[in-house]
């Protein structure tokens, strides 16, 4: 008998969506279909690719208003932002179709007498993209979309909590008429995850999520000589200089912390301030975010979703709660938040002071509405704080002095470092992580390097 895969909607506990995992059977089909599709698929040229990939776009985009609040019952965030996460789909795909004929082109070598030589960017073959729920189709679409423009079949699993996210991709490529199999998704259990990835017929494997969940796919790729990308958890930090625009601080990061009720892979988790403008800062900071209205993300009001399921929001308030007995002082009354109810996903947020990195909400991925802030001396302190985490994803500096801005970021451990922006990609620059939050890159040019293979051809041609 098939089993069932239930999605409890964060927004009432109700059952939101549920599916038949794939059989055994389906899987193998799904496989088999994929190295069929990608053998016809990698002789398209790449106008064509590019033009029905674009097409596939289109159709995304004319669902927005349906995607936005279906997104908004799958994982809670406030169906005020829901429609941003196409938006965002939107600017990524265009931009690595633009760039894909430029950076998919063979590499040409200096002439050499009597030979043709040069490097062809080969497609791996059949690509598994395992995503998670957070920002359901920005995660995805960083592989999907240029793994078909590379010449590459696409499997996707997406997470138990968001399965209607594989299912509306597949849709707009249906509807922009990709052929038959370059695009699949299944819907998968762990066990299953693993047989996929241990299949002769899977190529490489695209994995966004926590650490523990990339350490199960590394395990399962083990002997079988793919290429593993993971993009994981982070902890990233924000530091504030003396020299800083405050106001301007202070919007974003607020909203670099709280946005998606916390739960962004490069959300701010984390603020050093310097002494000289701390006072202020703290007082700005707490005011706004003193503003959100929590509620029922439906609601257009709501500015503060639930998280995503309940036992997320216990996490996270006991990393409060084990601050504030070890000494933080919690600068937010929960009474402000009506909604706020334990033993539910609705969590007031939370601004946290005299706190350090012996605590789990200073050091372990919190991915809740929750932020610590120390007051700081300089630069060099902030460094030395910025580095002292397992993971970098992303850093931010907040100041009005760029050549001190990179003097700084030169020596901060992350795979992006911002000035005065945060809890952002640009698709035109490299999507990576240093230590514990990754390995690979997406996006940019330098992600096509991870979905195609170089094959040299060395011809002799004076015989
Ligand atoms: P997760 O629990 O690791 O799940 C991610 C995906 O992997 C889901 O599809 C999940 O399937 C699957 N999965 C998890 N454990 C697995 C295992 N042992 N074997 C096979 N498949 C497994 O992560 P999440 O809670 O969805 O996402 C939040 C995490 O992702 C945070 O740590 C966040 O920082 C990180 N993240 C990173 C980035 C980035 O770009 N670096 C972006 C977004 C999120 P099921 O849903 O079926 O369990």
């Not at 216990?314 to 929960?334: L, M």
């Amino acid at each position: 008998m098939a089993k069932i895969q239930k999605t409890i909607t964060p927004v009432d506990g109700s059952v939101y969506v549920e599916r038949e995992l794939a059989s055994e059977a389906e899987i193998n089909s799904t496989l088999e279909k994929a190295v069929r599709a990608q053998a016809e698929w990698k002789h398209v040229p790449i106008e064509e690719r590019a033009a029905l990939c674009s097409k596939a776009v289109d159709a995304f985009v004319a669902k927005k208003t349906d995607i936005a609040q279906e997104l908004t019952w799958q994982m809670g965030r406030p169906v005020k932002y829901s429609p941003g996460e196409v938006g965002g789909f939107e600017e990524r795909s265009r931009y690595m179709i633009k760039i894909a004929a430029k950076k998919l082109a063979d590499i040409q070598v200096e002439p050499k007498e009597g030979f043709t030589r040069f490097i062809r960017r080969e497609p791996l073959g059949v690509v598994f993209t395992v995503a998670p729920w957070n920002y359901p189709y920005l995660t995805a679409v960083n592989s999907v979309m240029p793994a078909i423009m590379a010449g590459n079949a696409v499997i996707l699993k997406h997470s138990s909590q968001t399965p209607l996210c594989a299912e509306r991709f597949d849709e707009a490529f249906k509807a922009a008429g990709l052929p038959e199999g370059v695009f699949q998704f299944l819907h998968l259990d762990h066990e299953s995850v693993a047989r996929v990835i241990k299949s002769p017929q899977t190529n490489f494997v695209a994995f966004t999520g926590s650490v523990p969940g990339g350490k199960s796919i590394e395990e399962s790729a083990v002997g079988q000589f793919i290429g593993v990308g993971l993009e994981l958890g982070g902890k990233d930090p924000a530091y504030v200089r003396a020299d800083v625009n405050l106001d301007h601080a202070v919007e974003n990061l607020v909203d670099g912390a709280f946005f998606n009720s916390g739960q962004s892979c490069c959300g701010i988790e984390r603020i050093y301030v310097h002494a000289d403008v701390y006072d202020k800062f703290v007082k700005d900071f707490v005011d706004l975010v003193s503003q959100y209205k929590l509620g029922n993300p439906l609601d257009e009001e709501t500015t503060l979703g639930p998280m995503v399921r309940t036992s997320a929001a216990e996490y996270v308030r006991k990393q409060i709660a084990d601050a504030i007995r070890d000494g933080a002082e919690a600068k937010i009354d929960p009474k402000l938040f009506p909604a706020d109810k334990e033993d539910t996903p609705y969590l007031a947020p939370q601004v946290l002071l005299n706190v350090n990195h012996s605590m789990s909400v200073m050091s372990d991925e919190s991915f809740g509405p929750v932020i610590g802030i120390m007051k700081i001396q300089s630069d060099e302190e902030a460094i030395q704080l910025m580095n002292d985490s397992e993971f970098g994803l992303t850093a931010s500096i907040w100041t009005t002095d760029e050549d001190e801005a990179v003097k700084v970021g030169d020596r901060v451990e992350t795979g992006t470092w911002f000035m005065n922006r945060c809890d952002y990609l640009d698709p035109a620059l490299a999507w990576t992580g240093v230590k514990n939050s990754g390995r690979g890159c997406t996006l940019s040019e330098v992600g096509y390097e991870h979905l195609t293979r170089p094959k040299s051809y060395h011809l002799r041609t004076s015989v």
